[in-house]
């Protein structure tokens, strides 16, 4: 099963900006989808950006236009470009793998904790 790592969290001012890294042990085109969840604090854990095998890539309603991700598949790595960031982003950010379900293929890493506020 594929590890992965995720880094690049901090504490940010709205307005801010951010790069969320995800560091895979294999490579990034083998699942279905590459994925970024976010957990606020004291709720449930939910999708806001992935990136399919063939390039694909697409956000909820609530960052599109705000988040966006990419990759590099010689490092193994995916991305995830935050902008304007609000409060409500504040919250710990993972990575994942997906089949084309989305059902989840793959364990939770430890995540980064992204914390918007001024």
């Known amino acids: 099963q594929v590890q992965l790592a995720e880094s690049g969290g901090g504490l940010v001012q709205p307005g801010g900006s951010l790069r969320l890294s995800c560091a895979a042990s294999?490579?990034?085109?083998?699942?279905?989808?590459m994925t970024w969840y976010h957990q606020p604090p004291e709720k449930q854990r939910t999708l806001v950006a992935y990136?399919?095998?063939?390039?694909?890539?697409d956000s909820v309603p609530s960052v599109k236009g705000r988040f966006t991700v990419s990759r590099d598949v010689d490092k193994n790595t995916i991305y995830l470009h935050m902008s304007n960031l609000k409060p409500e982003d504040t919250g710990v950010y993972y990575c994942?793998?997906?089949?084309?379900?989305?059902?989840?293929?793959?364990?939770w890493g430890q995540g980064t904790q992204v914390t918007v506020s001024s």
């Open positions: 994942n793998t997906v089949d084309f379900l989305f059902n989840i293929t793959g364990s």
């Open positions: 294999g490579s990034i085109l083998s699942p279905f989808a």
């Open positions: 990136i399919t095998s063939n390039g694909h890539a």
